[in-house]
Each structure stands twice: as C-alpha cells, then as structure tokens.
C-alpha cells in the first residue's frame, strides 16, 4: 500500500492543477445538486421493534385523519397572584386566545379548557387547551407559529401568565455556524503555533472545509432519495471538520518532516502520502467501521447519522490523499517556517532534534510501571460517577428557563403535578371482542387502580369502536424511576386483561417511547462494541502485525470513553461545574449518548493510536532498539498528534455553546473523550505499556504472519520503489 501511495502523492504533486481542478468542478456539481434537489424529509424518529411505536403505528391505521404524529401546543394560563382563573374575565380572556387560535394556519382542533375534563387544576389558578396541527413537529410554517405566539401574547395582554408547551415551537437543528466558527478560530491558532506557518496552518482548514462542504452537499443533493435530514448531516458535518483537519495535519506533518531531511518537494509528497498516508487509510477504515456499526443499534435515524458521517470521513481520507499533496504543489518549500527557508545549508533533519516529544517519551520509559498505574487509576476514578449512570430522552424540563416551553412545563407541574408532563397513552385493541366498551371499561379500572397512578381519562372510541385511548397520568415526572415502574407494571397486566377481556393493550406516548428507546439502546450496546471493537482490532492486527498493540489500543479506547461518561454524568446528572457551561436543568444522561460516544470517540481514538504507533513500529521495522523507536515515534508525531487533539477538542468544545442540551452534551462528552485518549491514554499509557512489554509487543505467531497480507504502512518497502532524494524532479516546484 505504501508504494501505492506513494506514487498516487506524486502524480498528485505534478498534475497538482489536474488534481485541483477536478476537486473544485466535483464541489461544484455537488453544490449545484443541493440547490436544485427537493427540500429534505421531515425527521421520521422510529423505534421498529418496540411496543410504544407498535401503539403509535396502530394508532395512526385505526384514527385515521387522527394526525397522531403533528404537531401540538399547550397554551398554559395562570391568573394572576390572588386571582382564580375561572373568574369570568380571566375566563373570557382565556376563550377569547382560544377562538382566535381556532382559525389559524394548520391547525386541526383547539379544545377550549372549560370544556375538557381535568383542564383547570384543583385549585382553579391554572389552566391549559391544546391546539393541534397537520403538520409534524419542526414543520410548522412561519404564519402557524407567529399566530401561536401572538394569540399567546394578546392572552398576557389581558394580565394573564401564558407560556407555550408542546412541540409546536420545536426548532429545526441549529446549523452551528458559530460553533464551528469558534472551532475553526482555535484550531487555527493551534495550527499556527504547531507549524509556525501561516501557509502550512491554513492548508488543513482550507482541505477540511472543502471536504465538509462537498459531504454536507451530497447529504442535501442525495436527502430526498436516500431519506436523510437535516438532522442526519449533524454529525457528518461536526465529525467531517474534525478529521478533515486531522488528517491533512497528518501528511503535512510528514511532508516537512521530509523536506527537512533533505528530499525535493515532489520526493517529499511522495513520501508523506505513502507513510502517513498509510495511516490516515487505516486510521479513517477504523472511523468508518464504527460509524457504520451504529447500523446494528436499530434506530433508522442513527443509522442515517453514522452513514451518512462515514461518507464525510471518506471524503475526508480521498482529500488528504490527492487534495493535499496536490496543494503542496503550488506551495513547495513555503509550508517550512521562514527562518528555516531562509537560512543556508541543508535544513536539519527533524528527527535529530531532541524536542517535548521526544523528552517526554524518555521521562515514561525510565519509569513506565508508575506511569501506567497513574494513568489507569486517574481515568479509573474519572469513570466512577458513570456508574450513576441513568439515562433517558430529556424534554422540556432540560430546557433554559428563558424558554416558554420550560416555563411552561414548570407551570403544569406546579398546578397539575409533575406526571401531567408525562402522560401514558394506553392503547386498547378491542377488535373481536364480545363487549368493547366492557372491556375499555375494564382496562381503565385496572389501570386507575394501580399504585402511581393519579387519574385516568375516560375510554375515547375511534369511529369503528374497535380501539380505544386513553390517558393515564402517573404521580412522578417522566423522567422518574418511578415512572419506568409505572409503564412496566401496566405492561404486566396486558396478558391477564387479554385472557380476562380479549382486548390487547399496549403502552405508548412520549414517555413510553423514551423509556422504550433507553432500553433497546441498552440492549444493543454490548452487541454493538463486541463488532465495532472486533472489526477494529482485526484491522490493527493487520497495520501492526501484532497481537498485543491491538488488544491494548482496544482497552486503552474503553478507559478514555469510560471516563469521558463519568464526566458528562457529574455535569449533567449531578450538577458539577453546570453553571459554567449554561446547564440549567440536571437529569438523566441522553440514551444515544454512551453507544454513539462508542462510535464516535473509538474511531478517533484508533486515529492517534495509528499514526503515532506506525511511527513507532516504522523505527523498530528499520532496526531500532523498542525504547528508542518509541522515543522516534514520539520524536516525529508526538507534536502533530498533540495538535491534532487540541484541534479535536476546540471542535467539539465549541458546540458546548449551542443551546439544545442535547447538543451541548455531545460538546463536552466527545471533547472529554478526546482530551482522555489523546493525552492520557496514547500519550501516556502507550508508551508505558510498549516499554514494559519490549518486543513482545510486536509479536506476532508465525502461522498469523503467513495469513494476514502485508500492507507496509510504515513504507519499509519505499526505499526500493523511490527514486533517490536528490533525483531531479520532472516539473518545477510553484513557489
């Protein structure tokens, strides 16, 4: 591969214009592609196999026109201190909002509260009607919504307290145009210090941006016709950033590196194309195996993300190998500090200075068993508060208070109780039953009977009388352990009221669906690491040649993402540090978050392990003693993989500013996770291990090495294949 490699980097380097201009006509097309394609689908959140989306599904066949998936509101009216709502004017002041919302745009129903059951709280300061849409959650039009808030302000006119529940306000996804702006800003300055170039630090960024553009084009282009969001490109466009960065750092590194040695530009791309363009292969292989892992969880609109995020990373890979190189071209020897242009001689080679990296290694190789146990037992005691860990689907209780859909959420609680937010829609199949008002009445009275259960809604008949619905509101909040109880209890009694009734029940709803989701998320993890590690690993067995580096990559990955989850858990469960990055509201951790930190977190991590150990692996190839490859490894890459982190981290940290919770979570876990690997784990525990196993760690059994093919990642064999550093190179360097 390497030899391959090294020739494609060349040809990059002399038909650099070729190479160019056949990038910028793809993002081109691409781009014209996105503007003419149709608007992408709404987000379509299915959990195929559960028991809360067979009601939701069942539901929607038997209600027809029902809109069981669109949008709603919760118009949430408090009368003022003093005062009940049911005095006639705030009375009329409720109804007067009501009657104008009857009227707007999409709207199927308002139910006016004084004409519902159970709508006006006990003590009669609270009340809440419910508008309903044709529309689906975050596809309200513009005149639907600014109807919504205007009725709602003419209510706060009149010197009531109204606030807007529901998801009838859901926002569209940001784009994150700041956060990546904030991303880009620090990895510039990160690049900038590392290379000491302004030309060589905007390479990467100028390579990733083309890169993510041409990924989040395709997404859009192809959306329609392969069902993918707008939601579906967030991770593709957070994760394609990243690596993007990463891996043209990777060859420019390596480029320098080379030219400081003394080879021409064009021997030089070369070379750094098939060295760590070897690794950046293998390095993306590892992030598009997890990625397309998350295709085994059974969650539709993860699998969309990781696909489509894999395709990104691929693109990402293709553009450090022809891109990069080609750009090289038209800079030459300008990726190099000024100071070493100008000065006279042959520049020093790069690995003959003693630099961090370098000392560092040495500093963990005179005492390696105290700096693995350190490491271990710091990650270790980082990871303890994951054991707490509870997870759940956050709603509107995670929410800024400065939003109305958060007050509005409080206000309900305070005045019905905190279950109100979470009520459980109980589906009854009646169909074939002798007597299905008995048997709805039937469910209704087990169901009400149940401990947790505050009160339950009187049986609703669709017009067939086949099915039933009705409403049980428990006495926790939907993110309670409780209330989990609670929906299995109910579910627990599905079978002797269908031998006792004939009637089938099912449990459904928002809170249902949550809890179902956590669930089959937890069920699928173990099944998902098993292939998303054992893939990985066999992939390293092939890049080192050994059975011992892969095994410790692998459980040097499980540390940092361990600890990365105790970290989010402390913040966003237990509150630690929370004010600091703007989270108002603890609970329960975001179910998708441990598998899709997994996949995540382990392709980047299978990153530095790859580019830092082949260099390793590449110095103990060419003779060197175990000890003193690991110092030429870190010699050479310890610095770019530092930086590379650092960049990392600044992308990832930057959507810790973004308001969605959920994103936010995602900011800190993935930054955590990074910070964990890159420092901790590759950093130190790497070199610790490898010093303390000596050549061990490259052991392979012979009846394995005749198996698995050769693939040179640490181009042993480019000293045949290339032609001399001092050959004359067939077309002049631009410069």
């Not at 070369?270 to 997890?290: D, E, K, N």
């Not at 190189?325 to 190099?336: D, E, H, S």
């Not at 109305?404 to 937010?421: C, I, K, V």
């Not at 690491?529 to 066999?538: D, E, I, K, S």
Request: a positive charge; hydrophobic letters at 50%; charged letters at 15%.
């Amino acid at each position: 591969m390497a030899t391959f490699l090294y020739r494609l980097g060349r040809w990059a380097f002399v038909r650099r214009r070729l190479v160019t201009l056949l990038w910028v006509a793809v993002l081109a097309a691409c781009g014209v592609l996105a503007a003419k394609a149709p608007a992408a689908p709404d987000d379509g959140f299915s959990m195929p196999g559960t028991e809360a989306q067979k009601a939701f599904d069942l539901m929607n066949e038997r209600f027809p026109g029902g809109h069981a998936d669109g949008a709603s509101a919760r118009l949430v009216f408090v009368a003022p201190s003093g005062q009940k709502i049911t005095a006639q004017s705030n009375q009329q002041a409720v109804e007067k909002t009501v009657a104008e919302l009857a009227h707007a745009e999409q709207v199927t129903g308002v139910v006016d509260p004084f004409k519902m059951q159970g709508a006006v709280s006990k003590d009669g300061t609270t009340a809440y009607a419910t508008v309903n849409y044709s529309a689906k959650a975050g596809g309200l039009s513009k005149g639907a919504t600014g109807a919504l808030q205007q009725a709602a302000q003419h209510g706060r006119d009149t010197g009531l307290k109204v606030e807007i529940g529901g998801n009838a306000l859901m926002a569209k996804p940001e784009a994150g145009g700041s956060s990546e702006a904030i991303g880009m800003a620090l990895s510039a300055v990160v690049l900038v210090i590392t290379f000491g170039s302004l030309v060589a630090a905007g390479l990467p960024l100028l390579t990733a941006v083309i890169g993510v553009g041409l990924g989040m084009s395709l997404i859009a282009g192809l959306g329609s016709t392969l069902g993918l969001s707008s939601t579906t490109g967030t991770l593709a466009m957070m994760l394609g950033l990243a690596v993007g960065i990463d891996y043209a750092v990777f060859i420019v590194s390596r480029y320098r590196a080379e030219l400081s040695e003394g080879r021409t530009p064009q021997e030089a791309a070369g070379r750094a194309v098939g060295t760590a363009g070897s690794a950046v292969v293998f390095a993306g292989l590892t992030v598009v195996i997890a990625l397309a892992g998350l295709s085994v969880v059974g969650i539709p609109l993860l699998a969309k993300m990781g696909m489509a995020a894999a395709g990104t990373v691929v693109i990402a890979v293709l553009v450090a190998l022809t891109l990069v190189p080609a750009l090289l071209g038209f800079i030459g020897r300008k990726v190099l500090p000024r100071k070493v242009r100008k000065a006279e001689g042959p520049a020093q080679p790069a690995g003959a200075k003693e630099n961090g990296g370098a000392r560092w290694a040495r500093f963990v190789l005179r005492r390696p068993l105290a700096m693995l146990v350190l490491g271990v037992i710091g990650l270790g005691a980082l990871a303890a508060p994951a054991l707490d860990l509870r997870l759940g689907l956050p709603g509107d209780e995670a929410k800024p208070t400065s939003t109305t859909q958060r007050r509005a959420y409080d206000l309900l609680s305070e005045g019905f109780g905190p279950g109100f937010n979470g009520p459980l829609t109980v589906l009854v199949d009646v169909k074939g039953t002798a007597d299905p008002k008995a048997a709805a009445g039937e469910v209704a009275k087990t169901v009400s009977g149940l401990p947790g259960v505050v009160t339950v809604t009187p049986p609703m008949f669709n017009k067939a009388g086949d099915t039933a619905l009705l409403n049980a509101i428990p006495a926790t909040g939907p993110a309670e352990a409780a209330t989990k109880d609670l929906v299995h209890t109910i579910r627990g009694h599905a079978a002797g009221l269908n031998a006792s009734t004939g009637a089938t029940v099912l449990v459904s709803g928002t809170t249902a669906m949550n809890i179902d989701v956590s669930q089959k998320l937890t069920d699928a993890l173990l099944p998902y690491l098993a292939v998303v590690v054992g893939l990985a690993v066999l992939l390293l067995l092939v890049v080192f040649r050994s059975v011992l580096v892969p095994l410790k990559a692998a459980l040097g990955f499980l540390l940092s993402v361990a600890a990365a989850l105790g970290a989010v858990v402390a913040v966003f469960q237990w509150g630690w540090l929370a004010d600091l990055i703007g989270v108002e509201q603890t609970g329960p951790v975001m179910s998708m978050m441990p598998i899709f930190m997994i996949g995540v977190v382990f392709g980047l991590a299978m990153d530095y392990e790859v580019f830092l150990v082949t260099r390793i692996r590449e110095g103990y190839v060419h003779g060197e003693q175990p000890g003193e490859a690991i110092v030429t490894g870190f010699r050479h890459n310890a610095r770019v993989v530092t930086a590379a982190a650092f960049i990392m981290i600044a992308v990832f940290a930057g959507f810790i500013g973004m308001s969605e919770p959920m994103i936010k979570m995602m900011g800190l876990g993935l930054a955590a996770a990074v910070a964990f690997d890159a420092f901790v784990v590759r950093m130190t525990i790497v070199p610790a291990v490898l010093a303390l196993l000596g050549r061990r760690a490259w052991w392979l059994p012979r009846w394995l090495d005749r198996l698995i093919p050769d693939v040179d990642v640490e181009g042993s064999k480019l000293h045949a294949a290339a032609p001399e550093a001092a050959a004359p190179v067939r077309e002049s360097v631009t410069v």
